[in-house]
């Protein structure tokens, strides 16, 4: 089992996010990464979504546009019980030595301090385990994206 801190730093590649930072919430079930103006369109008969992204902490200055796939849109409530339409994308993530896909939602995060949360589902897949005492267990790899 591999063991990761309470915050990582991740990279998505196939959105061209080379590195943010993360929390690590095993109290969220989908992960969810910061996105506003939020546009759906259709590309080649498929629902995608266009976003922006503040991926820099406290700095809503540098924004970047990505595009997905929708695999999904569903209701989720929030820590503090909010319920919200979501959409669902499926994207590479790279934590440390290890790279695959995760499904995460799209929503607003300007007033968290996080830009993504990684929760249970995306941490299942190498079984990690969580060390809530520490920060950035697993080695920043150089991503290309």
């Known amino acids: ?19 943010i930072k993360c929390k690590v919430d095993t109290g969220a079930r989908t992960s969810a990464l910061h996105a506003f103006e ?12 266009r976003f922006a992204i503040h991926p820099v902490q406290g700095n809503t200055q540098l924004q970047q546009w990505c595009e997905a796939r929708v695999v999904d849109q569903r209701m989720v409530t929030d820590s503090g019980g909010h319920r919200s339409q979501r959409f669902f994308i499926r994207t590479l993530l ?52």
């Not at 089992?1 to 590195?19: C, D, N, S, Y």
């Not at 290890?98 to 301090?113: A, C, E, G, Q, V």
């Open 94 to 145: 790279r934590l440390g030595p290890f790279s695959y896909p995760i499904d995460m939602s799209l929503t607003n995060r300007d007033s968290m301090k996080f830009r993504m949360l990684l929760g249970r589902q995306a941490l299942k897949q190498y079984s990690f385990l969580v060390n809530s005492s520490t920060s950035y267990l697993q080695p920043w790899q150089e991503s290309t994206a």
């Open 38 to 49: 939020v546009q759906p369109f259709v590309q080649q008969g498929e629902p995608w979504v």
């Open 1 to 19: 089992m591999q063991m990761v801190g309470w915050r990582e730093w991740v990279a998505l590649p196939e959105l061209g996010l080379a590195r």
